[in-house]
């Protein structure tokens, strides 16, 4: 698994998806800046954790292909249950 490509297109994907930007949401009577929520990854040398969710080992086949889109440069594809109109 190359950790350095890893992160550095988790950088790129953040920007992508916003990242430092605010997005106008109307409320009503008005409108307030909204920042988009992150999407917690936290890289183990056995594993990872992603939305605060259970352990996933790297020898796990979606851990694998989560990783690999990551490495791909695209945003995993298991996001998109969690934002099926994209990120």
């Excluded at 605060?52 to 851990?63: A, I, K, V």
Aim: glycine share 10%.
């Amino acid at each position: 698994i190359d950790f350095d490509l890893i992160l550095e297109n988790v950088k790129d994907l953040n920007v992508l998806a916003g990242e430092g930007i605010s997005q106008i949401e109307h409320a009503p009577g008005g409108a307030r800046l909204r920042q988009p929520e992150p999407l917690p990854l936290t890289l183990y040398q056995n594993g990872i954790v992603m939305f605060n969710g259970p352990f996933r080992p790297y020898e796990d086949p979606s851990t694998q292909q989560c990783l690999q889109d990551i490495m791909d440069g695209y945003f995993p594809s298991e996001l998109q249950m969690h934002y099926p109109d994209g990120i």
